[in-house]
C-alpha cells in the first residue's frame, strides 16, 4: 500500500489539541504524520489525498471491556437485578457452540466498528470467538477467562478453553487473562491466574465490585451470591471486608484492570489509585442490571486512569460506546469532554495494555480512524462526546483500510448475520423453559 494523506476539517489527535483543516499521513497499516493539510501537503507533494470535508476525525475508539461472543443474546435478557440477570447467562452459554459464539463475536465486531471502535479489552471463552474477533480487522486484547475450582487446575483449565501455549500477540493484539469475578473465582485461582500474567506479561483483567450482592457476600458471606460462591469458589471464605481490600490482601491488584467498581469506598479508590492498571466503567450496564454508579469523578481525582466499557450486549442497549460516554457525563458532569474522550481512546488503549499501539493519533500508532459527520463546529471534542455514535458515523478504518466508507460496510456481513440469527434462536429457546 503506497501513502496517503487523509485531510478533514478536523483531526483530533488526542495527544494534542484538535487540529483545524488537519491531516493524517498513512503508509500501510501505520500512520507517519500528522499536523496541518497545509505542511504536510507541502511535505509530502506526490501523496494521493483523500479529502474528507467537513468532518471530525478521532483514532478509531477503544471499548475497554466487551462481551462480543455475547451479542446474539442482545434483547434476549431484560434489565434486572444482576443475580437475576446471571442466572440467566449460563443457559444462553451452554446453548451455544463454538461456531455460535464466533458467529455471535463477527457480529458484535461489526456493531462495534458501526460505533467507530476499532479497539476491544474481550473477554474470550472460547478460540474460535477470539479469532472471530481478530478476522474482523478490531485490535484486542484478548482476557482470557477462568472461572471455577481451585488454583492447582489452573493449567488443565486453560487447555481445555484453548489458551495459546506459544503465540501471546500480533501486530494489533495480545493475549490477557481474567479470572471472572471474586464469587467465581476462589482466592487460589486468583492468586495463581495472577502469578501467571505477571510472569508471562500479560495483561489481567477482573470483575470488580459490581453488586450490592457482592459486597454482601464479601462482608458477610450471605445474599444471593452465597451460592454461586459455594459452588464456584470452594476455598473462598467472606474476608470481612470490601472486595477491593480483599483483592489488595491477595495481592492480585497489582497492574489489575478492574472492571466495573461500583461499590467503593474512597479507600477502596486510593487502594486502586496505588497498585491496580486502571478502570473501566460501563454506566449503561449498571443501569441495566440496577448496580449503583462507578463513582468516576473521584476515580478521575485520584489519577486512577479510566476507560470506558459497553461490556456485553447481553446487558446493554447496544454496543455504542459514546451513548456509556454521554451516560457517564450525565451522571459525572465534572469530567471534561477532553477526558472523556481521552478515556475511550488513549486511556482506554492505555488500560487494556495497548497504549503503544492504539488511541492516539500520532507517527507509528495503528492507522485506525473514526470519522464523524458533526456539522460545522469549533469544539470538535466537545461535539464527538454530544453527537458522536452509530447515528453520526461515516467512516471507519482499521490498519490503514477502509471498513466502512461513507456509511457502506467494505465486507459482505450476509453469511454472518444469518449465523448469528441461527445463535441467537438457541439461546432465545434455552431461556423459554425458564418461564420467560
Ligand atoms: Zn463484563
Not at 451479542?71 to 444462553?92: I, K, M, N, S, Y
Not at 492468586?191 to 505477571?198: G, I, M, Q
Not at 469530567?335 to 487494556?352: E, K
Request: glycine share 10%; proline share 6%; aromatic share 4%.
Amino acid at each position: 500500500m503506497t501513502k496517503r494523506l487523509i485531510t478533514a476539517n478536523w483531526i483530533c489527535p488526542i495527544t494534542r489539541p484538535p487540529i483545524r483543516d488537519g491531516a493524517v499521513l498513512i503508509d500501510g497499516e501505520f500512520i507517519r504524520g500528522v499536523g496541518t493539510a497545509e505542511a504536510l501537503r507541502a511535505d509530502h507533494p506526490d501523496v494521493m489525498v483523500e479529502d474528507l470535508g467537513h468532518t471530525v476525525v478521532t483514532p478509531g475508539l477503544v471499548n475497554a471491556h466487551t462481551h462480543l461472543a455475547l451479542t446474539a443474546a442482545a434483547g434476549l435478557l431484560p434489565p434486572d437485578e444482576f443475580c437475576e440477570w446471571l442466572a440467566r447467562v449460563p443457559p444462553v452459554m451452554g446453548a451455544w457452540t463454538s461456531e455460535d459464539l464466533a458467529a455471535s463475536a463477527t457480529m458484535g465486531a461489526l456493531e462495534s466498528l458501526q460505533a467507530g471502535v476499532t479497539v476491544v479489552g474481550e473477554i474470550v471463552y472460547d478460540r474460535a470467538a477470539a479469532d472471530a474477533v481478530l478476522a474482523s480487522g478490531l485490535g484486542a486484547t484478548l482476557y482470557w477467562e477462568v472461572l471455577g475450582g481451585r488454583g492447582e487446575h489452573l493449567g488443565e483449565k486453560l487447555e481445555r478453553i484453548g489458551f495459546p501455549t506459544e503465540e501471546f500477540a500480533g501486530t494489533r493484539w495480545v493475549t490477557g487473562i481474567s479470572p471472572h469475578a471474586p464469587y467465581t473465582a476462589g482466592p487460589s485461582l486468583l492468586k495463581e491466574t495472577h502469578a501467571l500474567a505477571r510472569a508471562k506479561g500479560l495483561p489481567y483483567a477482573i470483575h470488580v465490585a459490581e453488586s450490592v450482592a457482592e459486597t454482601n457476600l464479601m462482608r458477610s458471606g450471605r445474599g444471593p451470591l452465597a451460592d454461586v460462591a459455594d459452588r464456584m469458589a470452594p476455598d473462598f471464605t467472606p474476608p470481612g471486608t470490601s472486595t477491593v481490600a480483599y483483592l489488595d490482601r491477595l495481592g492480585v491488584l497489582k497492574e489489575a484492570l478492574a472492571i466495573h467498581v461500583c461499590e467503593a469506598s474512597h479507600v477502596d479508590l486510593v487502594r486502586l489509585a496505588a497498585s491496580a492498571r486502571g478502570v473501566v466503567v460501563c454506566p449503561r450496564s449498571n443501569q441495566w442490571l440496577h448496580n449503583r454508579r462507578a463513582p468516576a469523578e473521584q476515580i478521575a481525582a485520584l489519577g486512577v486512569p479510566m476507560a470506558v466499557g459497553t461490556d456485553s450486549a447481553a446487558s446493554n442497549e447496544n454496543l455504542d460506546l459514546l451513548e456509556d460516554v454521554r451516560a457517564l457525563q450525565r451522571a459525572a458532569p465534572r469530567l471534561s469532554a477532553s477526558q472523556l474522550l481521552r478515556s475511550v481512546t488513549i486511556d482506554g488503549a492505555f488500560v487494556i495494555g495497548l497504549g503503544d499501539r492504539f488511541g492516539a493519533l500520532e507517527p507509528y500508532l495503528a492507522a485506525d480512524l473514526a470519522v464523524f459527520d458533526l456539522g460545522r463546529t469549533t469544539e470538535p471534542e466537545a461535539a464527538v462526546v454530544r453527537a458522536g455514535g452509530r447515528a453520526t458515523l461515516r467512516s471507519v478504518m482499521t490498519a490503514g483500510r477502509w471498513r466502512i466508507r461513507d456509511g457502506a460496510i467494505e465486507d459482505d456481513a450476509g453469511t454472518m448475520e444469518s449465523a448469528a440469527l441461527a445463535a441467537r434462536n438457541k439461546a432465545a429457546a434455552a431461556l423459554a423453559p425458564a418461564g420467560r
